[in-house]
DNA sequence: TGGAAACACGAAAACGATTAAGCGATATGC
DNA sequence: GCATATCGCTTAATCGTTTTCGTGTTTCCA
C-alpha cells in the first residue's frame, strides 16, 4: 500500500506537507497542492484507517447492536427493514457499518462498551437487544453517542416508534369500518405492547366501545400457534368479535389459519388486521390490514440523530424522535352496513 | 482509555513487557506475567484496536459485500439468513463484521478494493451484490482474501447453493407424489437460474416426463405479479399443468392469489411449489412445499472458508463448496392416485 | 528601507501498540 | 574455570498519520 512518505519522496516534499495537502489544509501552496494530489492519485493512494484512527480519534465507523437472544434481529422484518435504512443513511455520509460483537472476548474486552471503545465506534445504533442487561446499561451510560429504537432511556436519546399513535389510527379505522367488537391478540409483556395495549383501551375508550375482557388475550410475537390457539378461543365466545387485532403481521398468519379451518372467511364472516406492514402482507389475498410501521424513517432518524450526535456533540440535543406509522388499507377489514351489536351484555 | 502505558507505570517495568505479558509471549517469566495481567485487569484495560491494526496488518474484521442495485439484500430472506448465520460464525471466532460501503467517497479510495484495504478487512464475503460489475472483479483479484456466495469466479472460493440437486430433489419429489404435467416459472436470467432450469429439464427427461414449451414460463424473482400473471396463462391452457413451480417462496403468493381467484383449490385442483424455504412458507395453509436451501449453513461455510484463507492461507485450498438444500414437504403438492395424463399431445 | 505580517514548508513528537536486538545475570557443559 | 546457553527484561525502531511549532522567504506598508 502507497503511503503518504512514498507520496513525499516523489514530490521532495515532507510528509506533512502530503498531509496537509490531502486534508485541504490552509497552510499550503496552491502549487505543491495540486501536485502533490495529482501523484496521490496517480499512485493509488488512499489513506490507512487504522492510523488515522489512532491519531485522531474518529474512525467513521459506527456500531449497530443486533443481537437478540432467541433470533438475530436481521431475520425479523421490522428490524432488516430498519437496519436497511440506517446503513444507506450513514453510508451516504460516509461512516461504515459494524455489528457490535457481543460474544467478543478474543480482545479482553469484557463489556459491550469496552468492545465498543476498543473498536473505536464514533456511535453506536442500539436497534435490537436485551435492553434490561446491564451491558446495555453501561453501554448506554459510557461516552459514546448512542442512538436506541423503541426503548427509552434517561438521557439518551431514542427514536420510537409512535404505538400509541398507531394504535390509534388503526382501532378508529376498524371502528369507522362499523366493526364495535374488536378483539386485540397483544403480544408479550414490553414497552411496545404496554403503549399500544393503552392506547387501544383508551381509543376504545373514546370511540365509545366496550371491550370484555375476553377479547383481550395475549400471544407472544411472531408465535403462529400462539395466536392459532387464541383465535380459536375467540371463535367460540357466546358472542365472538367482528375484528381481530394480532401482535404482528407474522403472528396474523396464525389467525389466518384458525378462521380458515372453522370455515369462515375473511372479511366477509370476520375481520383481522396485524401490525408492522411487513411485504408480504401486501401480497396474500386478502391483503391484510395493518398499521404499517415506516421503516425506512426510522432508520433514517436514528442515522441522522446519530451523526449529528457525532458531529455536533454540542449543539444537537437529546431528545426523542417520534415517527408515525399509517394504516395500510388492505381487504382484509369488511365495511359492516347494518352496525352490530354493541357488546354492553358481556360486562 | 488506558493503555499500556498506564499499566508499565503502575507495575514499574517497559511498554515491551507489558505487551509481552498480555500476549502470553515466551520470553517473560510467570510472576512478572501474572502481577502485569492483574493490573491490566485492575484498571479495566483492553486494547487499542487501532493500534493494534497498525502495527499487526491485522483488523479481525471481515467485510461483507451486500448491496443490490434494487433493493438491499437486507429486506431478502434467503441473503438475511445467511448473513445472520455468517454473523454468528466469524464472531464467535472474535471477529467483527462490517459492510463493505460502496458509496464511499470520502477517504478517497476509488473503488470498493481500495476501500477494504483502506479498511484493513482481513477478509471479505461477496454475498449480494451485482458479480458482474468491474469492481467486483477488481476485489476478488486482489489480495485480501475473498469467498463468494452463489458466483463462481476463477481461482475464487465460493459457497453455492446446490441448484442442481436442488430443483432434481424437488421435481423428482413432485414426480413421485404422481405429476407428470408439471410447469416451471423460472426467475430472469441469472447463473442460478441457469442452473435450476437446465436440472428441471435434465430431471424431467430421466423421469420420463415430456415438458411442453408452454409450460416454461419466465417472471421475475420476487415479482407476485408477474407470478400471478403468468398462472393465470398456465391456467387457460388446453391441458393446464397440475403442479406448478414458482422462482421462488414469494413469488408463489402470485400464484397462490391467481389460483384462488380462479376458484381453485390447493392442492385439489391445483398443486404448487415454491424455492426457497422463506419462514412464512411454513405458517400459511396450506403450507407451502418447497426446496429449503440451507442458509444456517451456508452462511457458516462462507464464514469457516474465510477464516481458514485468513488463518491458513497456505494449506487452504481454493474450492467451491457446494451445499444440498432439501424438499420441505408442505401440503400444496397433492397425492394423485389415478396418474394423469402424459402430455405428449402438446408437443 | 526596515520591520512586521503573511505565507509555505519542514522537523519532530505524538497516537498505542509490536518486535527485533541487546544485555546483564544465572545456570550448564566440558 | 571458562565458554556458552537460557532467562527476563529494556531499548529503540516501527506502523502511517496528524499537528504543533519553528524557520526561512516573500510581501506590504510606513
Known amino acids: 500500500m502507497v503511503s503518504m512518505k512514498d507520496i513525499s519522496a516523489v514530490c521532495g516534499v515532507s510528509v506533512a506537507t502530503v498531509s496537509k495537502a490531502l486534508n485541504d489544509q490552509s497552510d499550503i501552496g496552491q502549487e505543491t497542492k495540486k501536485r502533490i494530489r495529482q501523484v496521490a492519485e496517480e499512485m493509488g493512494y488512499f489513506p490507512n484507517t487504522a492510523a488515522k484512527m489512532l491519531k485522531t480519534n474518529r474512525s467513521y465507523?459506527?456500531?449497530?447492536?443486533?443481537?437478540?437472544?432467541?433470533?438475530?434481529?436481521?431475520?425479523?422484518?421490522?428490524?432488516?427493514?430498519?437496519?436497511?435504512?440506517?446503513?444507506?443513511?450513514?453510508?451516504?455520509?460516509?461512516?461504515?457499518?459494524?455489528?457490535?460483537?457481543?460474544?467478543?472476548?478474543?480482545?479482553?474486552?469484557?463489556?459491550?462498551?469496552?468492545?465498543?471503545?476498543?473498536?473505536?465506534?464514533?456511535?453506536?445504533?442500539?436497534?435490537?437487544?436485551?435492553f434490561y442487561s446491564p451491558e446495555i446499561l453501561q453501554?448506554?451510560?459510557?461516552?459514546?453517542?448512542?442512538?436506541?429504537?423503541?426503548?427509552?432511556?434517561?438521557n439518551v436519546c431514542?427514536?420510537?416508534?409512535?404505538?400509541?399513535?398507531?394504535?390509534?389510527?388503526?382501532?378508529?379505522?376498524?371502528?369507522?369500518?362499523?366493526?364495535?367488537?374488536?378483539?386485540?391478540?397483544?403480544?408479550?409483556?414490553?414497552?411496545?405492547?404496554?403503549?399500544?395495549?393503552?392506547?387501544?383501551?383508551?381509543?376504545?375508550?373514546?370511540?365509545?366501545?366496550?371491550?370484555?375482557?375476553?377479547?383481550?388475550?395475549?400471544?407472544?410475537?411472531?408465535?403462529?400457534?400462539?395466536?392459532?390457539k387464541e383465535t380459536m378461543k375467540l371463535l367460540e365466545?357466546?358472542?365472538?368479535?367482528?375484528?381481530?387485532?394480532?401482535?404482528?403481521?407474522?403472528?396474523?398468519?396464525?389467525?389466518?389459519?384458525?378462521?380458515?379451518?372453522?370455515?369462515?372467511?375473511?372479511?366477509?364472516?370476520?375481520?383481522?388486521a396485524g401490525y408492522d406492514g411487513i411485504r408480504i402482507a401486501r401480497h396474500i389475498e386478502p391483503t391484510l390490514t395493518t398499521l404499517r410501521q415506516d421503516t425506512e424513517e426510522l432508520g433514517k432518524m436514528v442515522g441522522e440523530k446519530l451523526l449529528s450526535l457525532i458531529e455536533h456533540p454540542k449543539t444537537t440535543l437529546v431528545e426523542t424522535i417520534v415517527v408515525d406509522g399509517h394504516v395500510f388499507e388492505g381487504n382484509s377489514v369488511a365495511e359492516l352496513k347494518g352496525g352490530n351489536d354493541v357488546v354492553t351484555d358481556f360486562i
Open 237 to 272: 365466545l357466546r358472542k365472538p368479535p367482528t375484528c381481530i387485532l394480532y401482535p404482528d403481521d407474522f403472528s396474523a398468519f396464525g389467525g389466518f389459519n384458525a378462521i380458515k379451518e372453522r370455515g369462515l372467511r375473511i372479511p366477509d364472516d370476520i375481520s383481522i
Open 139 to 154: 453501554l448506554v451510560r459510557g461516552s459514546i453517542p448512542v442512538v436506541t429504537l423503541d426503548h427509552l432511556f434517561n
Open 158 to 228: 431514542a427514536v420510537m416508534s409512535n404505538n400509541v399513535q398507531g394504535m390509534k389510527e388503526l382501532l378508529t379505522y376498524i371502528h369507522k369500518k362499523g366493526h364495535c367488537r374488536v378483539a386485540y391478540i397483544h403480544g408479550a409483556d414490553s414497552a411496545v405492547t404496554q403503549s399500544r395495549l393503552s392506547s387501544f383501551y383508551r381509543t376504545a375508550a373514546q370511540l365509545g366501545l366496550t371491550i370484555p375482557d375476553e377479547y383481550i388475550r395475549m400471544s407472544p410475537y411472531r408465535d403462529t400457534n400462539g395466536t392459532y
Open 61 to 130: 465507523n459506527i456500531g449497530v447492536l443486533f443481537n437478540h437472544e432467541d433470533y438475530s434481529g436481521l431475520t425479523h422484518d421490522y428490524y432488516a427493514f430498519v437496519l436497511d435504512s440506517l446503513k444507506r443513511t450513514v453510508e451516504d455520509k460516509g461512516y461504515d457499518l459494524t455489528f457490535v460483537n457481543t460474544s467478543m472476548r478474543r480482545t479482553g474486552a469484557a463489556s459491550c462498551l469496552e468492545h465498543c471503545k476498543s473498536r473505536g465506534f464514533d456511535g453506536v445504533a442500539v436497534i435490537c437487544t436485551d
